[in-house]
C-alpha cells in the first residue's frame, strides 16, 4: 500500500451521517476508506470534466479561426437542430 498521511478533515453533519452509515451497514471497514473512495471517484470525474473542458476549448478556438478567416455560414436554427439529431441517433446506435 502507499505510504499514507493522516487528516482531519470537518464535513457538514448529513455528509458525515452517510459517511457513518456506510460503515455502520457494513459496506465499508472505515471512514477513512469511505473518504477514499469518494476522492478515488472524484480525481476520475474531475479528469473527465478536465478532458471534455480541453475538447471544447479546442472546438471555440478553431470556431474562432473560422471566424476570423471569414468562414461563416448564416445562422439557420433548423440546421443545427438536424445536425444534433442526427449526432445523437449515430451516437445511440453505436451504444
Known sequence: MAESERL???LPAEMAAVVKG???DGHYASNSEVVREALCDWT???ATQLQ??????AEIDRGLADLAAG?????DAGRIIEQGRTRLARRSRSA
Not at 471534455?52 to 476549448?57: E, R
Not at 468562414?71 to 445562422?75: C, I, K, N, S
Open 8 to 10: 482531519t478533515i470537518t
Open 22 to 24: 456506510a460503515v455502520a
Open 44 to 46: 476520475v470525474r474531475r
Open 52 to 57: 471534455d473542458l480541453a475538447v471544447l476549448k
Open 71 to 75: 468562414r461563416v455560414q448564416e445562422f
